[in-house]
C-alpha cells in the first residue's frame, strides 16, 4: 500500500516512513504542500496522511484543491491543534479522518487501515487464494490453517498480487508500491523479487502460482 505523506518535521517523517513500513505500507513523505501535491500529478496512491501545519500552506488549502480536482484518496489529518473548529473545518473541506499529536504508530496503521476498508476502498482484511490466506492486520500468511513465515519485502509483494488475482500487475506497479522514492531499486529488483517469492509459494505448499507475462508484468492464479 502506497502511502503519500506531507509532514514538515522532519524527525516525525522519517518515524512515520519507518514505524508504517512495518505494517506494510510504503510511504513517501514530503515537507511541503507544494511537493506532495505535484506527486499526486506523477504517482498513485491509496491514502494521505497531512499535517494541517505546512510551511507553505495551510493543510485545509491542500485538501480543498485535492477534491477539487477530484482526486478522492482518503485523507487523515495529523495535528497538534487541540481546537474543536479546526478539526471540524477539515473534515468539512474533505478530510477523511484526524489523529492528534503526539500519537502510537500502531493507531496510525489501524486508523489507515478503517479508512481503507471502507466501500469501495482498496484494503479488505483476509485475501484469499487457493489455500493461501493473507491477514492484512496481522501481516501472516497462511497455508492450510498454519502460519508460514515469508519476508517482510515477499510479503508486501504477495500482498499487492492477491488484491489483483487473476489480472496482470505490471513490474513498475510493483517497484512503485514496494520500494515508492527510496531509489533502492535497480533493473532487475522486482524480477529477483517475483523470483524468490515464486520459490517460496512452492516451499509451503501453496496451490496458487505467479506467472511471468514477459514485458507485461505478473499475474497469480490457483
Do not use: W
Not at 477530484?70 to 485523507?75: M, R, T
Not at 479546526?86 to 502510537?104: E, I, N, S, T
Not at 488475482?165 to 508500491?177: I, N, P
Not at 523479487?193 to 492464479?221: F, N, P
Amino acid at each position: 500500500m502506497r502511502i503519500l505523506l506531507m509532514e514538515d518535521h522532519d524527525r516525525l517523517a522519517q518515524t512515520i516512513v519507518k514505524g508504517l513500513d512495518e505494517f506494510g505500507f510504503r510511504v513517501d513523505a514530503f515537507a511541503t504542500a507544494e511537493d506532495g501535491i505535484n506527486a499526486t500529478r506523477s504517482a498513485e496512491y491509496e491514502a494521505l496522511i497531512l499535517d494541517l501545519g505546512l510551511p507553505d500552506r495551510d493543510g485545509l488549502e491542500v485538501i480543498s484543491e485535492l477534491r477539487q480536482r477530484n482526486i478522492e484518496l482518503p485523507i487523515l489529518i495529523l495535528t497538534a491543534r487541540d481546537g474543536i473548529d479546526d478539526r471540524v473545518a477539515g473534515l468539512d473541506r474533505g478530510a477523511d479522518d484526524y489523529l492528534m499529536k503526539p500519537f502510537a504508530m500502531k493507531e496510525l496503521a489501524a486508523r489507515l487501515r478503517a479508512l481503507l476498508r471502507r466501500p469501495g476502498r482498496v484494503l479488505g482484511a483476509t485475501l484469499e487464494s487457493g489455500n493461501l490466506r493473507f491477514n492484512t492486520v496481522l501481516r501472516q500468511v497462511v497455508v492450510n490453517g498454519c502460519i508460514v513465515p515469508v519476508s517482510h519485502r515477499e510479503t508486501g509483494a504477495l500482498e499487492l498480487l492477491m488484491r489483483r488475482a487473476g489480472q496482470v500487475v505490471s513490474k513498475r506497479a510493483l517497484e512503485d508500491a514496494l520500494y515508492g522514492l527510496s531509489g533502492d531499486v535497480n533493473p532487475n529488483t522486482v524480477e529477483v523479487l517475483v523470483s524468490r517469492l515464486r520459490k517460496r509459494l512452492d516451499e509451503i505448499g501453496a496451490d496458487c502460482s505467479i506467472h511471468t507475462l514477459r514485458g507485461i508484468g505478473y499475474l497469480l492464479r490457483e
